[in-house]
């Protein structure tokens, strides 16, 4: 019992820290939602040039797609047109950040370390799109231009963008609200809730400075949460609290920086996928360069980090700037929109079984 609640008041602190970035990450994501689409930026995405990658990192970066998220989405782009260098930019810059992601590394491992891991996914992503764009150069996507209104002889033309246009000012309030808290909260909860559950476990078991003992600060580090962080499975948001504890216990920034880098970009699903849509050359072109790029963007922060020295302690326990009582509310709050999430799934699962129970039943 005494190890069950020294977990959770490990993984309770970690949550309360989120709370109130997370519900006003994925509020300012439903607003993204509401206002923009992605028929409305495949239209710009078309060639493959400069332009079209830095377009696609910027759309990106403050997208709240998680690694499974942003196949469909990239998919989507793809089949508008996007060329093949924006697509993969696409899909480096957005599962790593995202609006939620970035408030809630700050409210975990401080500014510093926030700015560092925006400016190393779009950094990658570019580099990606661009090497992409250098290597495949005679690939030419096929672009239909969209109008609005919609016209009659144009059978391909952009009705999800016809309809966000044409909703009225509290159907739209109502769009946002349930693709933040419904929709986007049931991507992610799970993970959320799985990383905030093993940052406790670290927190609680492994003694101070026990991973800077036998792992080290170098390449060496780099390279086992490199091996950790490919093949695994983990969205951008659970994964902070997990590096915030291994910081705590002694891995470097840069260590720690690979892993949010390389596990919410990369994962066998997304390499499947895209081996499908782009080909398996551009698929092996991703990983590599999300290796390769992240390995060199940690070892730049842990130089940088070496200059502004002894800020490890104080970028991961940073003024509180907010007072305790809205932490507090705020971990309420999205607790209980998270069991609202999990009652809706569990009805959602008996509503479904008990239709193929009565199929079944006529058959």
Known sequence: ME???GIAIASLNLFNEMSPYLLFGFFFAGI?????SLETFARHLGKSNFASVVKAVVFGIPLPLCSCGVIPAAVLL?????????????????????????????????????????????????????LANFIFPTESASMHVHNYPPEENDPECCFEEAEKKDKSFFEKISELFKYAFIELLGD??????????????????????????????????????????????????????????????????G???????????????TFTVVSKELGRKSAILYVVCIAVMSVIMGMILNSVWSHIGGLIPNAIHHAQLLPKWLEIASSILLAVLILITVIRGIAAKLRNDSKHHCNSCHH
């Open 3 to 5: 190890i069950i609640k």
């Open 32 to 36: 993204l939602h509401v206002l923009f």
């Open 78 to 130: 793809r089949k508008k047109g996007a060329s093949r260098g924006a697509v993969l930019s696409f899909l480096v810059a957005t599962p790593i950040t995202g609006i939620d992601s970035i408030l809630a590394t700050y409210s975990l491992l401080g500014l510093v370390f926030t700015i560092f891991r925006v400016v190393a996914s779009s950094v990658t992503a570019l580099i990606t799109g661009i």
């Open 188 to 253: 992610v909860w799970k993970w959320l809730v799985v990383g905030i559950v093993i940052g406790g476990m670290i927190s609680y078991f492994i003694p101070e400075a026990f991973i800077e003992q036998h792992l080290g600060s170098g390449w060496q580090a780099m390279l086992i949460m490199l091996v950790v962080g490919i093949p695994m499975y983990i969205c951008a948001t659970g994964s902070i609290p997990i590096a915030a504890a291994l910081m705590l216990k002694g891995l470097s920034p």
């Open 255 to 269: 260590a720690a920086l690979v892993f949010l880098l390389a596990g919410p970009a990369t994962n066998a699903v």
